[in-house]
């Protein structure tokens, strides 16, 4: 048990500094370039690495204080894919336009499979911004009874070897996958671009299930 809850802690925490850092890393370089020639821009770029370092010490302190207190309930609700378009707005940020579609009832996802998505759809993101020369994504989040279905897809080229990220990155999106009893599949496409599919089964509690429809009668 100990173990299982310091790798959710450690899945945490990557998910939200990798992200925010990624999002530093460029505008501290946009910054940078920019200082002499283009001040306001500059100004605009520190004021992005602000709000983002911001962010992530908020999540930081709120990761670390449900590890200080694992049986009380978390002091703030878990970001869930009602968050989608913030992470539209820091992908921004870092030079990535992204695209959301969805299909299907949003309603009757529980936390834990919302919370799965949205770290799934952050680090693929942040995979994008560290590892493609795309600066163009696509998120398409499928609904259907009982289950999530995610797909993130980049044009590419790869940047270096890492196409798709490596290490802790997809060993945490699967491994959130697996808690749920889903999967993870990542990969480069025929066209040369990157894709992250992701299935997410989760129970549908027995309040919202609709009973059966009576049967009609004959005649």
């Given at each position: ?110 936390p834990g499979a919302g919370l ?11 995979n994008v911004v560290r590892h ?51 999967t993870i599949e990542a990969g ?32």
């Amino acid at each position: 048990r100990a173990d299982e809850e310091r790798l959710r802690m450690a899945r945490e925490l990557h998910d939200v500094l990798a992200h925010s850092i990624s999002v530093i890393n460029v505008q501290a370089g946009v910054g940078l370039a920019l200082l002499d020639s283009d001040p306001e821009q500059a100004r605009t770029a520190l004021t992005t690495i602000k709000g983002a370092s911001k962010e992530a010490l908020d999540e930081v302190r709120q990761v670390l204080a449900n590890l200080r207190t694992p049986g009380d309930a978390p002091t703030a609700p878990a970001p869930g894919l009602d968050r989608l378009p913030e992470l539209v707005e820091q992908a921004a940020a870092a030079g990535l336009t992204v695209t959301v579609g969805s299909e299907g009832d949003p309603a009757g996802v529980p936390p834990g499979a919302g919370l799965a998505a949205f770290r799934i759809v952050q680090e693929a993101l942040t995979n994008v911004v560290r590892h493609s020369g795309s600066r163009t994504a696509e998120v398409r989040v499928g609904y259907g009874p009982g289950r999530l279905r995610l797909r993130i897809d980049d044009a590419g080229p790869a940047t270096g070897g890492d196409a798709g990220g490596s290490g802790n990155g997809l060993v945490g999106m699967r491994e959130r996958a697996a808690a749920l009893g889903g999967t993870i599949e990542a990969g480069p496409r025929p066209d040369g671009g990157f894709r992250v599919l992701a299935e997410l089964p989760f129970t549908v509690p027995d309040r919202e299930r609709r009973p059966p429809e009576p049967p009609e009668e004959t005649m």
